[in-house]
């Protein structure tokens, strides 16, 4: 039963992890890492309702905060990138390099 | 799980109904096609729709959003910690726990000092204003 | 004395049903609700013209009765308008994802006890869940998607400021609400909401917790977006808000019937976490019987239409605000005062639940209040009229000085000499030097 | 339901650096802006310095105490009071850094050039949030390396992180650069606490529990070669290995560095390392001890790989804060060789733990002292930043520049350097697990320190560049100016080559210390 | 027990050392003469010592001194000398007073006759108080009786060694510095790994050398970690193949430097080879024997041959030290008494008698402004002086009898030849093909000095000067000594051969050479 979700959780944690690597939005690329992010939670429950304890809904809710704080940060960083360079493309930032 | 087959039940009654609405409409009313009719309403002048991918919006939105989660998620916290504050009594008045008591006001009033402290900054650099 | 009623459901008598009586639970709560935004809207047209002094809609049916059915049969038969811009599928979904969360809202509102239906002991209430009110807050939260996406898929920009204010509106209102019933889990011990119902068998919480009843009350406006919180639609500044594209037919219809029932829906919590539930109010429940069987539904309809009567009367009364007045309020006081209200209920709680009355718990809640106080007392607006008052003096007295520069022995030639700034055309605001 | 306890006099000092950075938030709020900084910088360093103090309290009253406090979510060992200490000290001398004026910008969020920016320049004074912002980093490097369970380690981690996402991206000087360091750090570091916490998520469906002890427990009685477990270990490594620089995660490091305003890239060399490499630790040793065959053989080609991708990409580098980014990555490297050197024998444990510890020690006041002189050599567009702009800066200014090679001396790890002692401990700590255990992993635990050996003498030849530019090269017309130092910066120096010399000529006290933090190992 | 003797001479130049850097700014010629002062009074305590020695206390190390420096890693500050340490302590001790005086105007900026700048004024406080701090190193190098704290010295030294070369040296000099560096520091990091081997592997928990002698009983273990010791020495004491460092660094270090660097750094080397490497790992030393014999040889030929073709003269005296040194190291690895001592003494030989090349030749070189010896010719008919005694120093160069090198070249090929120490005569072999080295020797020394001092004078050296009184007091000691030593080495060899003997004895070598005492003689 629970073995779905957590292949699930798997298919968005890659889903998540590949759009990291190969979208150059940085909006996209941060909402990707997002999904990697809510696949934990995903999979934290899952394993709270398998192994029979609340430890990992508790986590999910932290990861939750911590997801929030994250993107208060993120789109500020984002955001202030932007405003600029009036582009957000991850290829266009490419100053810092040998 | 059973708690939310009659939630099931009613979403498919809505949701039927809904999609039969949104399915139906185009059968039912009569075609007349206008140009001016299909054109977004922009108060009569001509119309400048948003662009695909969305207009750029005020980032005094963004803003609010953050704040929203934030302060979404300090309920988060707040609501187990409200359900188990008290002690949980059975039918017949015992104590079947004890709450969490004094700890869980200490702790909770630093939590609560710590959000607002952040909410201070927030409004003191207009965070919270709009113009 | 804790009278414990047999009829009083808790949670453990949910999830218990046969599929049937389910199914014929849910259609009922369908119907009623269906029944209800019908009613409802012709109730509110016709009480809002008795309170401006007119008639209000009576041409179709007994007392315009079926004026409803009327317009929906109208919007039925409309023509089914795509503007040329809109992103299709979102266009047509925003209006399902309106609705059917409103829907599901309500189901976990108890308008009964424990009745008999069809040869069952089944509680009068679609479900109950331990998280209860959390579902109800989620199930209002996934509306704002629907409120958004509507106005994205317009491709208008009233369309799409609409869809933001309104969101940003909700959520910021969704705070407010949200803290509010912190206070009634700090009494109830539990978010499920047939087992608040019954901790309100004594008192109701409207009356032990008048301060979060009162932020409900506003963040219902707030919630539901009606008058004077309106501003989404926002007819006179945003033409129709996040709706302007939906100009006609059955989807502006779903858009309107899921605004009703959140009206509903709140009104119903309003009932439910408040004001008693279904309970019998005070001196009918001095009858054995009021609260058996399937009395309660009547105090349960009762109480849901002076709400619902209380929400209209609002509206006939009130000018819509600005929206940031609007937002002013909802961050600015209503959040600060929760928090601080919640402190101290958690600290009066504390020693009145627990015994707790050492000196550490007692001082701790003087702390609290003292510290509510001192944020009731910053944030209340007698402060900010008093600085406000002094900033008007100052200007008043600069004003004065300027404009008469000799009286005051201002050093500065007067700001309006042509001169002075006439030549370049650029403006000088008084007020700055 | 038992009420939960929390040991408030244990966490102190943690308590009252995340006290002092809610505070910090309120001055924000509440003070005009011409008292922020007189206010801010009294608060900031009084609480790091009476943190240091109730560290220091806490040792001496109690010993070096073993317990997991805050209901096991926090564990209070010697390791743990050992590194606060050494971040406290070294977020102190960092604040010092950053009290200096002109490597903060007026308004982040103003476009440079533009309007705005103007007009917060003219107004004065830069963002003075970043005190509260380096308390909470500082916070985060705290309860980081302290955690005992996974669940609080991800939230000291991103404590730790997101403040220094934002401070990243506040440099004075060269915004574009420091903005691209910010989004760069962030998306990447996101990327890889993303790993930690999915590998976490995976080792509670493996053990039931986040607790390391626990974890460690679960393994002890479990299948070792469960998917679950395995890929929850290999996440967690990532996003672990991510944090200290490790290769193949180090690619973030050079330009975070080199972009980031340098009191913050110091904070981050310094403190950010010492954190993570304690939270490897933790990780490694409590939560997955028993998993050490398989971990090791990785951790052996990480390490290795570590130590030659750093050293070897240090030479090609013309940024002296990218060099010394990838010397920081190549040291990183040193110190895996020390994680590696776990046994089973809780004696030589402590051995190889105290010389990490000590390592760390030495290593981030040298490169504290090393970002310091880097933001005094300036040219009219900030810091002087290439290489070739440092040539005959031994002429110019012969006392900067001897400090400064000194300082590269001891990252080369020359004798009578404190860096040699670090290095010693190290490859001394290996070669001895190596050695006890009679079996094949002697010849590879000496293979390591051997490559070790040859890192370093590669990592010596670009420090050794550095040198020859200084001191046997002619200066450039134009060179850079250098900035007088404020007082701050000239303590901050001073500190930093004090320890340099002091350890590297009498190590024993700081060894004692390093030891008696490791006696008693971590608590598991 | 312990005895200050060590302690405070290598306090003495270290105090100096700070002393002369804290000397204000343009006090130069102060700081010359402080500097002066302080090697002198290092010299007369390193004298007094010297006498001393015979009757002093101590079973092997004399004026041992043991302090706890690093309990926790089992380091201390153990320092301590016996005969072979003693010559080469005083070899230092003698060389840095000539040394100071010799690069007296050095770091003032070199100067051509004809005015043309060769190398830039530098600071003079710097150079001289990083000489300071050479000298205590290589006293402390020769001085330690504890393997971490040698180890230390070991690398320490190249820090003021480097900066000498890098600021002060000629045009190429911080490529030279950088080689020199390198090439060390990786030798040297080699050794840490073996040191710590040692010490983990003995799990005595200390660093002292007495204890550690003997402990390694593993014959593979000892093989691994000699060979971290050897090739660490090998580069110090340049061997082929890991010789190419030290032409490069002593030609283009100042002439002082350069004696140094080839007359004592060294050095260390060969006695790092002698007294570690031998006595630590005695299996592996024996086991080793042919093939570092065979480098050694090659060594010696190569030298001999590259030093023929070079048109440098700086070059070509450092091409002839990789021949000695090679002599040198055939000497210890011969594992006979004769041939031991007859490198101890080369050691000491050579830094007198490449010193005194190297300095004569920086008098050359700083006359003319070039080091090539086609730019000289007839030096002799303008300054006799200056030719004479460069004469003699390429005579002793070469080992002429009668000249000091002589007896040590002397005793390491007889002692080579004779000794039986790894059974064959492959030792033998050794020793006449290095003989070859005596005909290579003279070829290159007559065919510089030819070139140098004979033949029709070039216009630019007309305007040469002869030896200033400076200079001269410079060159006399030396080649005082050279003579002395060539006559009457027997003090020396005194000194040298209990050393030796014990060395053997730990080796556990049983030569019939240890019989033949004083063969060379």
Redesign the interface.
């Known amino acids: 039963m629970t073995a779905h979700y957590l292949v699930l959780s798997g298919l968005l944690f890659a889903i998540g992890a590949m759009g990291v690597l190969i979208r150059r939005n940085a909006i996209v690329v941060f909402m990707c890492v997002e999904l990697m992010l809510n696949a934990c939670n995903l999979a934290f429950v899952t394993f709270a309702r398998q192994n029979g304890n609340l430890e990992g809904q508790i986590i999910a809710f932290f990861v939750m905060v911590v997801a929030a704080a994250e993107v208060v940060v993120g789109l500020a960083i984002i955001v202030t990138i932007f405003r600029t360079r009036r582009s957000a493309s991850v290829d266009d930032a490419n100053l810092l390099k040998y | 799980m059973d708690l939310y087959v009659p939630i099931l039940v009613l979403a498919v009654l809505a949701g039927g109904f809904a999609i039969f609405s949104v399915a139906i409409a185009p059968f039912t009313g009569p075609k007349r096609w206008n140009r001016a009719k299909l054109d977004a309403y922009e108060c009569g002048i001509e119309p400048t729709p948003q662009p695909v991918g969305g207009g750029r919006f005020p980032l005094k939105y963004m803003v609010t959003a953050m704040l929203f989660i934030v302060f979404d998620i300090e309920i988060i916290f707040l609501y187990p910690w409200a359900v188990s504050f008290a002690p949980l009594r059975g039918d017949d008045g015992r104590v079947i726990a004890s709450g969490l008591g004094i700890f869980a006001l200490v702790e909770m009033l630093l939590f609560i000092v710590t959000v607002l402290a952040a909410y201070a900054y927030v409004w003191r650099r207009k965070g919270l204003d709009w113009d | 004395m804790i009278h414990v009623l047999a009829a009083d459901p808790t949670l453990a008598d949910f999830g218990k049903d046969p599929v049937w009586i389910t199914i014929i639970k849910a259609v009922m709560l369908f119907v009623f609700l269906m029944l209800g935004v019908l009613f409802g809207v012709w109730f509110e047209r016709k009480l809002i013209s008795r309170m401006q002094n007119r008639y209000g809609p009576n041409r179709a049916g007994k007392f315009g009765l079926l004026q409803s059915v009327a317009d929906g049969l109208k919007m039925g038969l409309k023509e089914d308008l795509f503007p040329r811009t809109v992103d299709k599928v979102l266009y047509l979904l925003a209006p399902i994802i309106m609705v059917v969360p409103a829907f599901l809202a309500f189901s976990i509102v108890p308008i009964g006890p424990m009745v008999n239906l069809f040869g069952v002991q089944t509680p009068l209430q679609l479900v109950d869940l331990p998280v209860a009110v959390l579902f109800m807050l989620a199930m209002g939260a996934i509306s704002v998607y629907g409120v958004v996406l509507a106005g994205w898929s317009s491709r208008s920009p009233y369309a799409l400021l609409g869809g933001l204010r309104s969101a940003a509106q909700v959520v910021s209102y969704e705070i407010a609400m949200g803290l509010s019933f912190v206070g009634i889990f700090l009494f109830a011990g539990t978010l499920s909401t047939s087992e608040i119902v019954k901790a309100q068998e004594q008192t109701w919480y409207a009356v032990l917790l008048i301060p979060s009843f009162l932020v409900y009350v506003v963040c219902m406006f707030g919630e539901a977006a009606r008058i004077p919180f309106d501003l989404p639609e926002g007819e006179g500044e945003l033409v129709g808000g996040f709706q302007t594209e939906y100009s006609s037919s059955l989807k502006f219809a779903l858009i309107m019937m899921g605004e009703y029932l959140h009206t509903f829906t709140a009104s119903g919590i309003a009932v439910t976490l408040f004001l008693g539930g279904w309970r019998a109010p005070w001196p009918i429940s001095l009858w054995e019987g009021a609260n058996q069987g399937w009395w309660p539904v009547l105090w349960f309809f009762i109480k849901f239409v002076l709400t619902f009567c209380f929400i209209v009367w609002v509206r006939a009364s009130l000018p819509r605000v600005r929206y940031d007045q609007l937002m002013s309020l909802g961050w600015k006081v209503l959040i600060p005062v929760n928090l601080a209200w919640i402190l101290v209920v958690a600290a009066v709680r504390n020693v009145v639940v627990n015994n707790d009355t050492s000196a550490v718990s007692m001082g701790l809640g003087a702390v609290i209040v003292i510290g509510a106080i001192a944020i009731w007392l910053r944030f209340d607006t007698v402060n900010q009229r008093r600085r406000e008052a002094k900033k008007a003096q100052a200007e008043a007295e600069f004003e004065e000085l300027s404009s008469e520069p000799a009286a005051g022995g201002f050093p500065v030639p007067p700001l309006d000499l042509p001169h002075y700034h006439g030549v370049q055309h650029k403006e000088i605001p008084s007020g700055t030097n | 339901m038992q009420a939960p306890t929390i040991e408030y006099g244990t966490l102190a000092p943690m308590l009252l650096v995340f006290g002092a950075a809610v505070l910090g938030v309120l001055v924000e709020a509440f003070a005009p802006r011409y008292l922020r900084k007189v206010m801010q910088v009294p608060l900031t360093l009084v609480s790091l310095g009476g943190a240091f103090a109730l560290v220091l309290v806490q040792v001496i009253m109690r010993g070096a105490p073993t317990e997991a406090v805050a209901m096991g979510a926090v564990a209070v060992d010697g390791p743990s009071l050992f590194i606060w200490g050494v971040i406290l000290v070294l977020s102190f001398v960092c604040v010092l850094l950053v009290n200096d004026e002109g490597h903060f910008v007026a308004s982040a969020a103003a476009v440079p050039g533009s309007a705005d920016e103007e007009e917060a320049e003219a107004a004065g004074g830069a963002h003075t949030e970043i005190y509260p912002l380096l308390l909470f980093a500082v916070g985060g490097m705290m309860l980081f390396p302290a955690a005992h369970d996974l669940l609080t380690m991800f939230v000291g981690l991103e404590v730790m992180s997101l403040p220094l996402y934002l401070m990243c991206g506040l440099a004075r000087r060269r915004r574009l650069l420091s903005q691209e360091s910010s989004m760069k750090y962030f998306l990447l570091g996101a990327f890889s606490s993303a790993f930690f916490l999915y590998g976490t998520a995976m080792l509670y469906g493996y053990a039931g529990t986040v607790s390391l002890p626990g974890i460690n427990k679960a393994l002890a009685g479990g299948a070792l070669l469960d998917p679950l477990l395995l890929i929850g270990f290999a996440m967690l490594g990532v996003g672990l290995l991510f944090k200290i620089g490790a290769a193949p995660f180090q690619a973030w490091k050079p330009d975070v560095y080199q972009g980031a305003p340098t009191p913050i890239t110091a904070l981050m060399a310094s403190g950010t390392l010492v954190a993570a490499m304690g939270a490897v630790l933790r990780v490694f040793w409590v939560g997955l001890g028993n998993l050490d065959w398989n971990w090791r053989p990785v951790m052996w080609a990480v390490a290795a790989l570590t130590m030659i991708v750093g050293a070897v990409l240090a030479i090609t580098q013309t940024d002296i804060k990218r060099m010394l980014a990838y010397s920081s990555i190549a040291h990183a490297g040193f110190l895996l060789i020390g994680v590696m050197a776990t046994f089973d024998k809780s004696q030589q444990n402590a051995g190889s733990l105290s010389a990490i510890l000590f390592y760390l020690l030495v290593y981030s006041f040298t490169t504290v002292g090393a970002f310091a002189i880097v933001t005094m050599v300036r040219d009219p567009g900030g810091e002087a930043g290439h290489l070739s702009r440092w040539a005959g800066l031994g002429k110019r200014s012969p006392l900067l520049a001897g400090v400064f090679a000194f300082f590269l001396l001891a990252f080369a790890g020359i004798p009578l350097t404190s860096g040699f002692f670090g290095k010693y401990a190290v490859f001394a700590a290996a070669l001895a697990s190596g050695s006890e255990s009679g079996d094949s992993l002697g010849g590879w635990m000496t293979g390591l320190v051997v490559l070790g050996v040859v890192a370093s003498a590669v990592a010596a030849f670009f420090y050794v560049r550095v040198i020859v530019l200084m001191f046997f090269s002619e200066p450039a017309a134009d060179g850079p100016s250098i900035a007088e130092p404020s007082m701050g910066t000239v303590a901050v120096i001073a500190v930093a080559a004090l320890v340099t010399v002091g350890v590297g000529i009498f190590p024993q006290p700081m060894l004692d210390v390093a030891h008696q933090a490791a006696a008693n190992l971590f608590i598991r | 027990m312990s005895s200050l003797w060590l302690p405070i001479l290598l306090a003495v130049p270290v105090l100096g050392a700070v002393v002369v850097a804290l000397l204000p700014k343009g006090a130069d010629q102060v700081a010359k003469q402080v500097t002066l002062a302080v090697s002198l009074v290092v010299l007369a305590l390193t004298l007094v010592m010297a006498f001393q020695f015979p009757s002093a206390k101590g079973d092997r190390f004399k004026f041992a001194a043991v302090y706890d420096?690093?309990?926790?890693?089992g380091v201390h500050f153990g320092v301590g000398v016996d005969g072979i340490a003693l010559v080469l302590v005083v070899l230092s001790a003698v060389l840095v007073p000539i040394v100071v005086l010799a690069s007296w105007h050095d770091a003032d900026g070199v100067r051509t006759a004809d005015g043309t700048l060769i190398t830039p004024k530098r600071?003079v406080k710097?150079y001289f108080s990083l000489l300071l701090v050479l000298e205590a190193m290589m006293i402390g190098v020769f001085a330690a009786t504890d393997i971490f704290l040698f180890?230390?010295?070991?690398?320490?030294m190249?820090?003021p060694m480097?900066?000498m070369i890098?600021?002060y040296g000629g045009a190429q000099?911080?490529y030279a510095?950088?080689k020199f560096?390198?090439y060390s520091?990786?030798g040297g990091?080699?050794m840490?790994?073996a040191v710590?081997?040692l010490?983990?592997?003995a799990g005595k928990s200390t660093f002292m050398f007495p204890e550690l002698v003997g402990a390694i009983q593993d014959p593979a273990t000892q093989k691994?970690l000699f060979a971290g010791f050897f090739i660490a020495f090998a580069i110090k004491a340049p061997l082929w193949p890991v010789h190419t460092w030290l032409p490069d660094a002593a030609a283009q270090a100042p002439a002082g430097a350069a004696v140094l660097l080839v007359g004592v750094l060294d050095k260390v080397g060969t006695f790092g080879m002698l007294r570690f490497c031998l006595e630590l790992f005695p299996d592996a030393a024996k086991a080793f024997t042919m093939p570092i014999v065979v480098l050694a040889v090659i060594s010696i030929i190569y030298g001999a041959i590259v030093a023929i073709g070079q048109s440098d003269m700086k070059r070509l005296i450092a091409y002839t030290s990789i021949s000695h040194f090679g002599f040198i190291v055939m000497g210890v690895f011969a594992m006979s008494q004769v041939a031991q001592s007859g490198a101890t003494l080369y050691m000491v030989n050579h830094g007198f008698a490449t010193g005194a090349l190297f300095l004569a030749a920086g008098f050359l070189i700083a006359r003319r402004g070039s080091p090539h010896i086609a730019d000289y010719g007839g030096a002799q008919k303008v300054a006799p002086l200056l030719a004479g005694f460069f004469l003699v120093a390429g005579l002793a160069g070469l080992s002429l009898p009668g000249l000091s090198s002589f007896v040590s070249e002397f005793m390491v090929m007889t002692g080579t030849y004779a000794s039986k120490a790894h059974g064959s005569g492959a030792l033998t072999v050794a020793a006449v093909v290095s003989a070859l080295a005596v005909i290579l020797a003279a070829v290159y020394i007559l065919w510089m000095v030819q070139r140098v001092l004979n033949g029709p004078t070039a216009e630019p050296v007309k305007a040469f000067k002869d030896l200033n009184v400076r200079e001269i007091v410079v060159l006399a000691p030396l080649v005082a000594l050279i003579i002395g030593f060539g006559f009457f080495p027997k003090p020396l060899l005194d000194v040298i051969n209990p050393a030796v003997n014990q060395t053997l004895v730990n080796v556990k070598v049983d030569n019939p050479a240890i019989a033949e005492k004083g063969a060379g003689q």
């Open positions: 420096w690093i309990p926790s890693f600071s710097t180890y230390v010295f070991f690398e320490a190249l820090i480097y900066f890098g600021s000099r911080s510095a950088v560096l390198l520091l990786f990091l080699l840490l790994v710590i081997g010490y983990v592997v691994w």
